[in-house]
């Protein structure tokens, strides 16, 4: 059911049923004071005849001994008057005796042949003064006043109906308008909705489905640059890879191993390069990583070192003590990204000199920061700024030139920051900077 009916069949009940109610509720009233009305119609006449017949002169009463008065009948109404004997003074029907002799005092329903009356008995001064209503005419006027107030209330219903129809109609038109812009729509076009005109209940809506879209758009533009990248970048060593194994097949001895190892080292550098790929597609994407374990600072300092292959003790200065914090983030990409750091600074700096890996606490930001130095000859201001690009490579022998730029997405996406600086002849320093929490405040959240 769509919700122009819905609310239609919804707000037409409700609204029939109120004006039902109020209507059904008037018209009870209405009908008990027309009834009453009536009735007081009928004892005013019976007192206004008493008052007459008490004024009338005694020669008048002598004549009324002898024969009855006869009175001018009105249509529907009937009346006779009781002497203190008991005789007839006047009438204004003589043939309803039955339906106008004495009886107990006040109203009362009487019946002659197939007629209801309404009749009403007074006694004033020994007289008894008995007045008649026909029940059909009393039914036929409360029908017309019924009527009367009836057809406006079923005016009023349905004119209420049609302009509820209508505003429905209208108000939910932009909702019509945005599924018809949206069904004439081409797959390929993400460009933001309009909320022109549109209405302040709808625009939460729209501004919503906005956010999907470019949600939308930027993981097509990822799944694109990724498949840009993985195009561009495998194409070289691939077909390196192929020229030594065709070279390998043609020629013998120590040259074919030497092929043979330069097409080993190439897809070692191609299996390098499509992880670095798929590691910065997931974390520029939206999958999770949260694996459960705690994120230590000399935890990951130790197995980033690992992951490096190469003597700690002999290739990396370390601080006594490390912070004693937990990293906000997930320990599977805090491990890549310090190690990433860390390649970055053993491939660029001196064999012969190490690489010094600190840690320290930021009380302001609440967050640590993992400091990475190298004993290499230093960049310029303009290479500092191009080193978390990808592929940007300082030579085009070393490395995938994904590593940093990993490193810089992982920092994004949990709200931190990497820092570059460089001196020159004092090395590169690179600052991975991440939120985290004091060991004792995380045990007190526990």
């Not at 009916?5 to 609204?15: F, K, P, S, Y």
């Not at 007192?47 to 008065?69: I, K, N, S, T």
């Not at 020229?243 to 191993?257: D, M, N, P, S, Y």
Request: hydrophobic share 45%.
């Amino acid at each position: 059911m769509s919700l122009r009916l819905r609310l239609l069949l919804t707000l037409g009940i409700t609204l029939s049923l109120l004006w039902g109610s109020a209507a059904a509720w008037l018209m009870q009233d209405l009908e008990n004071k027309v009834v009453e009305t009536l009735d007081q119609r009928l004892a005013q006449s019976a007192r206004m005849v008493a008052g007459l017949m008490l004024q009338l002169p005694p020669e008048v009463w002598l004549q009324a001994d002898q024969r009855a008065l006869s009175i001018p009948p009105i249509e529907g109404l009937a009346c006779q008057v009781h002497s203190p004997r008991g005789e007839i003074m006047a009438r204004t029907h003589s043939d309803m005796e039955q339906v106008l002799m004495p009886g107990e005092r006040g109203h009362a329903y009487r019946e002659e042949g197939d007629m209801t009356w309404r009749v009403f008995t007074y006694e004033r001064g020994g007289l008894i003064i008995t007045t008649a209503d026909r029940m059909d005419e009393r039914d036929m006027l409360l029908g017309d006043v019924i009527r009367v107030a009836v057809v406006p209330f079923v005016v009023a219903l349905v004119g209420s109906l049609g302009v509820l129809w209508l505003v429905l109609w209208r108000g939910l038109a932009p909702l019509t308008r945005l599924r018809e812009s949206l069904s004439r729509r081409h797959p390929d076009a993400l460009a933001p909705v309009t909320t022109y005109g549109v209405p302040a209940e709808i625009r939460p809506l729209i501004n919503t489905l906005n956010g999907l879209l470019a949600r939308v758009q930027q993981t097509i533009v990822r799944e694109q640059r990724f498949t840009n990248d993985a195009a561009h970048e495998l194409r070289t060593p691939l077909t390196a890879i192929k020229t030594h194994l065709q070279v390998a097949k043609r020629v013998e001895g120590q040259a074919a191993i030497e092929s043979l190892k330069q097409a080993e080292e190439g897809v070692v550098r191609l299996s390098r390069t499509l992880d670095q790929l798929l590691t910065l597609a997931r974390v520029e994407g939206h999958l999770r990583f949260d694996d459960g374990e705690e994120s230590d600072v000399a935890d990951i300092a130790t197995c980033a070192i690992a992951d490096t292959n190469v003597d700690a003790g002999q290739r990396f200065v370390l601080p006594e003590h490390w912070p004693e914090v937990l990293l906000c983030m997930p320990r599977e990409l805090a491990i890549t990204a310090l190690r990433n750091v860390l390649d970055n600074a053993l491939r660029h700096g001196p064999e012969d000199q190490p690489v010094t890996l600190s840690a320290y606490w930021l009380e302001t930001e609440q967050a640590v920061a993992f400091c990475v130095q190298d004993q290499g000859p230093g960049v310029s201001s303009a290479v500092l700024k191009q080193l978390p690009q990808r592929f940007w490579r300082a030579s085009k022998q070393q490395g995938s030139g994904l590593g940093l730029a990993i490193v810089v997405a992982i920092a994004e996406r949990f709200g931190g920051r990497v820092a570059f600086s460089s001196q020159a002849g004092e090395g590169l320093t690179v600052e991975f900077i991440v939120p985290a929490i004091a060991s004792g405040q995380h045990g007190e959240a526990g």
